[in-house]
């Protein structure tokens, strides 16, 4: 996996679970009660079997994107029943992250997304020198051999290259060597270079992707209930097209994050908060036993 598609996942997972919270808030919208049916018709009666679904909440804990493929229904679904269906659906969230098959996803794609630690080596000036020395040989031989071929009017053009490349060949094997000097340096500096990028993405590695996935959705939950509390949920839209804005200019520039909060509304996110809350706690004292059994 290249660098650049590491750091595209990294950058993905950055608000991984606020975003899967998000995406299942937003549901709530066109939700019924799980405890009122059976599962499968659950999601048959958001517009989608539960496969997509299931998937959907995966992909958006996995990979931050907001999955509403499929949930068609939703303009049917009674405003009142907002507060349980939150309830249900965190439930299901919770069931879901703690089952062996997304352990098994996520260890995958912490696994890929590993850094891979580059080759700490660095070339001996004399490993260096040798190199040079032959490199130049090989094109002073060609250079001669050209001027053979060419004539002496091709002699006279490349005669000051020629004398260039047999200075240069002098300077490579004086021990002193500038030259040699400034490519071992160099070389040195890169690997240096590499590793210290090694160990940055590493570091990054290691917060984006915990070994214990549950340090992972502690950090989510968290952050879920830190953007909970910067929505104003008595904030104004006006009518601007076909589209609502707010009112007040600074809501209106806050992310989509923000916004998915706000139109979720007050009755959905006060029961998610108090679940996130009270999961919070279940993971905090199940580090403690761990530590104490330790």
């Not at 999601?43 to 990979?63: A, H, P």
């Not at 071929?149 to 060949?169: H, R, S």
């Not at 007040?248 to 996130?276: L, M």
Request: proline share 3%; aromatic share 12%.
């Amino acid at each position: 996996m290249t660098d650049r598609l590491i750091n595209i996942l990294l950058l993905k997972l950055k608000l991984l679970f606020i975003l899967l919270l998000v995406a299942l808030f937003s549901i709530l919208f066109f939700s019924f009660r799980t405890t009122s049916m059976a599962l499968d018709d659950f999601w048959k009666q958001l517009g989608m079997t539960r496969e997509q679904g299931t998937d959907g909440v995966k992909q958006s804990f996995l990979n931050g994107y907001l999955y509403y493929y499929g949930a068609r229904n939703f303009k049917n679904i009674a405003l009142n029943n907002r507060p349980a269906i939150a309830r249900d659906l965190c439930q299901y969230t919770k069931q879901y992250v703690n089952s062996p098959s997304f352990k098994k996803e996520y260890e995958q794609m912490r696994v890929a997304a590993k850094p891979v630690e580059p080759e700490n080596k660095v070339r001996s000036k004399e490993e260096i020198r040798k190199e040079k020395i032959a490199e130049t040989q090989e094109s002073i031989r060609k250079t001669e051999a050209t001027i053979k071929q060419m004539g002496a009017d091709m002699a006279k053009i490349m005669q000051p290259t020629l004398q260039v490349m047999k200075k240069t060949l002098v300077d490579y094997k004086d021990p002193n060597s500038k030259y040699i000097e400034a490519y071992y340096l160099g070389e040195k500096n890169e690997n240096e270079s590499r590793l210290r990028s090694y160990k940055e993405r590493y570091a990054r590695w290691e917060k984006e992707y915990p070994a214990d996935y549950r340090d992972k959705i502690r950090e989510r939950l968290h952050k879920f209930l830190e953007l909970a509390a910067t929505v104003d949920f008595n904030a104004e839209l006006k009518q601007v097209g076909n589209k609502k804005k707010f009112v007040n200019p600074v809501y209106e520039a806050k992310s989509y994050d923000w916004k998915q909060v706000y139109r979720a509304g007050k009755e959905v996110i006060e029961p998610a908060r108090q679940f996130a809350e009270q999961w919070i706690a279940e993971l905090n004292s199940t580090s403690k036993n761990n530590m104490a059994a330790n």
